[in-house]
């Protein structure tokens, strides 16, 4: 049963929009990640949030801008998408930031053409 | 840093014949070492984790054993199934306050009937 939602499925947009995807984990925990899975199934992590602040930020553009309104809720936001942000964005969360099982979404795939 | 080396895919066998993926791992931690298994269409989920060197982790037939002289977590199933076709991922998580999980860039297998 999925614990970890995420919308849109699936979003195609133009280069130089902005992008919003959300997530929701229904799991009462206390940590969430955004990860970025490129064409080749490879996994980068992005961000994680410890209840409700940022705790890893990893080399990413400043495009990219996480959002946390309490700790069952991460959105991300991409302010102009570039081609090469065409990806899977994977949401996870953890019970706590040192509990490693991490728990991941579906998944949001974006297209930019 | 972390790092995460394994089997280099995509692997197809038929079903009932045996898998290996290779995993190595590098960190000047002590470790704790997964097996995710992502599945088309959704993310990743834990197959199984390892916390202490020299024992041994399984589910759903497959299994790897925690070897702390070799550095290796090797995935392995004596017959497969093509409900197996997925991506498997071997990650570790060091010792510590960081909690951040290193993936291999995974490897994706098919089963054949």
């Known amino acids: 049963e999925t614990a970890v939602f995420q919308t849109p499925n699936y979003h195609v947009t133009q280069v130089g929009n902005e992008v919003s995807f959300n997530c929701k984990q229904t799991l009462g925990h206390d940590t969430m990640y955004w990860y970025k899975q490129d064409s080749k199934k490879l996994l980068k992590i992005m961000f994680s949030?410890?209840?409700?602040?940022?705790?890893v930020n990893e080399t990413v553009p400043r495009r990219f801008s996480p959002q946390s309104s309490d700790k069952a809720h991460l959105n991300l936001r991409i302010k102009s998408v570039e081609p090469e942000d065409s990806a899977v964005y994977l949401c996870a969360s953890s019970r706590d930031w040192v509990q490693d099982t991490q728990y991941f979404g579906p998944g949001t795939r974006l297209l930019v053409l | 840093g972390d790092s995460v080396t394994q089997t280099e895919g995509p692997v197809t066998l038929s079903e009932g014949t045996s898998l290996t993926v290779n995993c190595s791992y590098e960190t000047k931690q002590y470790p704790t070492l997964f097996w995710y298994v992502q599945y088309p269409g959704e993310g990743p989920q834990l197959l199984f984790k390892?916390?202490?060197?020299?024992e041994k982790g399984s589910s759903r037939g497959f299994e790897a054993t925690y070897n702390k002289e070799a550095t290796s977590f090797h995935l392995q199933k004596a017959s497969v199934q093509e409900s197996d076709s997925a991506v498997y991922y071997c990650?570790?998580?060091?010792?510590?306050?960081?909690?951040?999980?290193?993936f291999g860039k995974g490897t994706k297998l098919s089963v054949k009937s």
């Open positions: 390892v916390p202490k060197a020299n």
């Open positions: 990650a570790l998580r060091s010792g510590g306050s960081n909690a951040k999980l290193t």
């Open positions: 949030y410890n209840n409700k602040q940022l705790i």
